[in-house]
């Protein structure tokens, strides 16, 4: 990896004293950018730090000085310096004079891409994500150099600010033979999409910063063309992404689906739930968490849908060390399993789960179990789930589980058809866990002061339904997130049902509002609630300035939220 970025070209537009400052400093190889605004100390800021270059305040003078130095400012506000990389951002009063000056660096990083090579080489669409100054457009700019020369495909960048390619008509070389499409006005981006594809015939179109919802149209429309997309989309995360209107049919879009109830009790869901639109414009997506550290989601679409569901994808986690070697390890999902004795390590190592990391949260839980199967795994398991391996396992690495209050039949039933490691006891100093029954764990006291005594976790469901003893076994044996309304309760029993159902009506309420009301202009109907909290949810809706009506016959009078 070796890196060229032409300082001394950025230099020399400042003024003389700052320049003569600037090039003397210790650190001027590790400089992000210099910082001029009117009346304050001109400031360089590098990746740990920031120093004022002088005592002196920045005027009007030194301004002026920078501005006949560089490029002319667009649309934008940017300019640059011809042929070099360095990016001039200006900042405007109110009738439109530069008051402030960013001096950004622009360099040009070989060999920053080996840690995606092989998802770059696959052909796909890529999107990459990330804060501002981690990296972003210096690995779209190597992306296309590699494509173009690499590879030999016809690559055409949309260079909205000319900051990929550089300033001025002749593109950097740090892009190789890929070509360059400058953008007169920024909300033209997405004519030059098109353009470009239409235009140049192009097997690759590199496009920086994707913002509004034209840009998004255009780049689905250039995917459905059979075009590779590498791209930047404001956003840490795939999930900012999916929460922005404007931008999450880049994953793939997010509409409301009204469930069947015989499919809403199979998911254990509401029965309006979110889920993806339409296929993703773009096929892998890249989180740059920091210049060596990326999380890599190979199918964009498998991460979305488990996000709706809400289960925490598995994505990959590339790093890179001193020596320039690739690490891949795997990001498991967050799940609320509690910690075990040794023993109970055992058995999960005998099972379906196995130990990734211990680590302890605020909860004393351990997190961080990484799955052998999909996390879209239906209540319903296989029936051989550990097969002939159940009969052979030792009396330590079975789950000793205490019922209370839940039906010994139904839990048999359950263990036996499911093929479980649990052992039923009525001993509690055998217990690995307890499982209650909510109601009568909250009417009886001497529940807890046993949990105490023996240091033992408690688990509570709802009913003795097959499908609630289900989902409480696979949470005991940390087999699956748990949901909202089936969520594990150790050694705690503060919530009543009455509390819980309120949370989950405004999370519902919420959820609806900011996710289909106010985004798709869409009226929504909430599930049936009680008087009260049905007057919660219209108070909620209220604080939205929205609209909200009550309809129906009771028990199933329910919420209808409507667009502003």
């Known amino acids: 990896m070796y890196m060229t970025d032409d300082l001394q070209k950025l230099l020399e537009i400042l003024p003389p004293e700052i320049q003569q400052v600037a090039q003397q400093h210790?650190?001027?190889?590790?400089?992000?950018?210099?910082?001029?605004?009117?009346?304050?100390?001109?400031?360089?800021?590098?990746?740990?730090?920031?120093?004022?270059?002088?005592?002196?305040?920045?005027?009007?003078?030194?301004?002026?000085?920078?501005?006949?130095?560089?490029?002319?400012?667009?649309?934008?506000?940017?300019?640059?310096?011809?042929?070099?990389?360095?990016?001039?951002?200006?900042?405007?009063?109110?009738?439109?004079?530069?008051?402030?000056?960013?001096?950004?660096?622009?360099?040009?990083?070989?060999?920053?891409?080996?840690?995606?090579?092989?998802?770059?080489?696959?052909?796909?669409?890529?999107?990459?994500?990330?804060?501002?100054?981690?990296?972003?457009?210096?690995?779209?700019?190597?992306?296309?150099?590699?494509?173009?020369?690499?590879?030999?495909?016809?690559?055409?960048?949309?260079?909205?600010?000319?900051?990929?390619?550089?300033?001025?008509?002749?593109?950097?070389?740090?892009?190789?033979?890929?070509?360059?499409?400058?953008?007169?006005?920024?909300?033209?981006?997405?004519?030059?999409?098109?353009?470009?594809?239409?235009?140049?015939?192009?097997?690759?179109?590199?496009?920086?910063?994707?913002?509004?919802?034209?840009?998004?149209?255009?780049?689905?429309?250039?995917?459905?063309?059979?075009?590779?997309?590498?791209?930047?989309?404001?956003?840490?995360?795939?999930?900012?992404?999916?929460?922005?209107?404007?931008?999450?049919?880049?994953?793939?879009?997010?509409?409301?689906?009204?469930?069947?109830?015989?499919?809403?009790r199979r998911r254990r869901t509401q029965k309006t739930v979110l889920e993806r639109k339409a296929p993703p414009t773009f096929d892998i997506a890249v989180e740059m968490l920091e210049r060596q550290r990326w999380v890599v989601h190979r199918s964009v679409a498998d991460t979305v849908d488990s996000l709706l569901r809400g289960h925490q994808p598995n994505p990959e986690v590339r790093t890179v060390n001193e020596n320039g070697q690739v690490t891949i390890t795997r990001e498991s999902p967050s799940v609320s399993s509690l910690n075990f004795s040794q023993q109970s390590q055992k058995r999960q190592r005998a099972g379906k789960i196995l130990p990734f990391s211990q680590t302890q949260n605020k909860d004393g839980f351990s997190g961080e179990l990484e799955l052998e199967f999909s996390s879209n795994t239906s209540s319903k398991l296989p029936q051989q789930f550990l097969g002939d391996k159940l009969d052979s396992l030792d009396e330590d690495e079975l789950c000793h589980l205490y019922p209370y209050g839940v039906s010994y039949h139904q839990l048999e039933t359950v263990i036996r058809e499911l093929n479980l490691p649990v052992v039923l006891t009525k001993d509690i100093n055998r217990a690995d866990a307890i499982l209650a029954l909510r109601s009568h764990a909250r009417k009886h006291t001497n529940l807890r002061r046993m949990a105490e005594e023996h240091q033992v976790p408690v688990y509570t469901l709802k009913a003795n339904s097959y499908t609630q003893i289900t989902t409480s076994l696979q949470q005991v044996l940390g087999m699956e997130e748990p949901s909202i309304d089936d969520e594990p309760e150790p050694n705690r029993f503060a919530r009543s049902v009455r509390e819980d159902d309120e949370i989950d009506a405004l999370e519902e309420a919420r959820l609806a509002v900011e996710e289909i009301v106010i985004p798709k202009k869409q009226p929504v109907e909430l599930l049936p609630r009680s008087a009260k909290v049905r007057a919660m949810q219209h108070e909620l809706v209220e604080r939205y300035n929205l609209k909200s009506q009550s309809f129906g016959e009771e028990p199933f009078r329910r919420l209808r939220i409507y667009p502003a």
């Open 26 to 264: 210790p650190q001027r190889d590790n400089l992000i950018e210099i910082v001029l605004d009117l009346g304050r100390r001109p400031e360089a800021r590098f990746p740990h730090q920031a120093e004022y270059l002088s005592e002196t305040a920045v005027t009007r003078a030194h301004l002026n000085y920078c501005v006949q130095r560089v490029g002319e400012f667009g649309g934008d506000n940017r300019a640059g310096i011809e042929q070099t990389l360095h990016r001039i951002s200006a900042i405007r009063n109110r009738t439109g004079d530069i008051i402030g000056l960013t001096c950004r660096v622009g360099r040009a990083i070989y060999g920053t891409i080996h840690i995606i090579r092989d998802l770059v080489e696959s052909g796909q669409s890529i999107l990459m994500l990330g804060r501002p100054g981690v990296g972003k457009t210096t690995a779209l700019r190597e992306i296309a150099r590699v494509l173009a020369d690499d590879f030999h495909k016809r690559v055409v960048i949309i260079d909205t600010s000319n900051e990929i390619a550089g300033d001025g008509d002749v593109p950097h070389p740090a892009i190789g033979r890929a070509r360059r499409m400058q953008v007169g006005r920024p909300e033209l981006q997405h004519q030059v999409m098109i353009e470009a594809v239409e235009n140049h015939m192009p097997e690759v179109i590199v496009i920086d910063e994707i913002g509004t919802e034209l840009e998004a149209s255009a780049a689905r429309t250039i995917a459905e063309r059979g075009v590779q997309l590498v791209g930047t989309a404001h956003g840490n995360e795939i999930e900012n992404l999916i929460k922005n209107p404007t931008l999450s049919d880049l994953v793939g879009g997010i509409q409301s689906v009204t469930l069947g109830d015989e499919e809403a």
